[in-house]
């Protein structure tokens, strides 16, 4: 049974740091990629990061490139969103996924295939 477990999520003051981490277990992921999606309430869930296990160039919403690195472990089998410069804008629930698609995909909810549970950040003003 495949599983993607988040942690890192909490409270934090504009301009301050989280590192999100998500555990992959349940399957071999070596041919997936991971994603970081968030939805806010009363917002439709949105992409933020993704990166492939066997490689390649990760990609990033516009509105978080700079600030925010998605990384992976092998190892460890979990990816990490370390998210810097955090706004209050960033606030909404963190999701991880994973799916077996095409770089055309990476952006797109309907590509992956597991989620998991989501992670709570909230950035106050």
């Known amino acids: 049974q495949v599983q993607l477990v988040e942690s890192g999520g909490g409270l934090v003051q504009a301009g301050g740091s989280l590192r999100l981490s998500c555990a992959a277990s349940?399957?071999?992921?070596?041919?997936?990629?991971m994603g970081w999606f968030r939805q806010a309430p009363g917002k439709e869930r949105e992409f933020v990061a993704a990166?492939?296990?066997?490689?390649?160039?990760?990609y990033y919403t516009d509105s978080v490139k700079g600030r925010f690195t998605i990384s992976r472990d092998g190892a460890k089998n979990t990816v990490y969103l370390q998210m810097n410069s955090l706004k209050p804008e960033d606030t909404a629930l963190y999701y991880c996924a994973a799916g077996a698609l095409g770089s055309s995909w990476f952006g797109k909810r309907e590509g992956y295939d597991y989620w998991g549970q989501g992670t709570q950040v909230t950035v106050s003003s």
């Open positions: 349940g399957r071999t992921f070596s041919s997936y990629v």
């Open positions: 990166i492939s296990w066997s490689g390649g160039r990760p």
